[in-house]
């Protein structure tokens, strides 16, 4: 519930983004996109790849959507691996 409200606060800020990309202004979704990319919550990660992937493709940048894509599924594995790891160890 909590993280829904949080997440409702952040949707006109997504959709003025979006509605930048209409009007060619890429750079828009792309900042945003790259800031919930680095602020690393998970939460985050599938509306920061939205924006980046739409943002990289206007700019013909695909490769860059990958990346990201990419480095999101790596790190989303790497915490399940480390939270496994650390179940196994802790006494």
Avoid at 40 to 55: C, D, I, P, Q, S
Wanted: aromatic content about 10%; some cysteine; charged content about 20%.
């Amino acid at each position: 519930m909590e993280r829904d409200a949080h997440l409702g606060k952040l949707q006109p800020i997504v959709t003025a983004a979006n509605i930048a990309n209409d009007e060619c202004d890429f750079g828009t979704s792309l900042e945003l996109g790259l800031d919930l990319f680095c602020f690393g919550g998970e939460v985050f990660h599938r509306t920061a790849l939205h924006l980046l992937k739409t943002a990289y493709n206007l700019l013909q940048r695909n490769e860059f959507a990958l990346i990201a894509e990419v480095c999101l599924v790596f790190s989303a594995k790497l915490v399940a691996t480390y939270c496994l790891i650390w179940d196994a160890v802790s006494f």
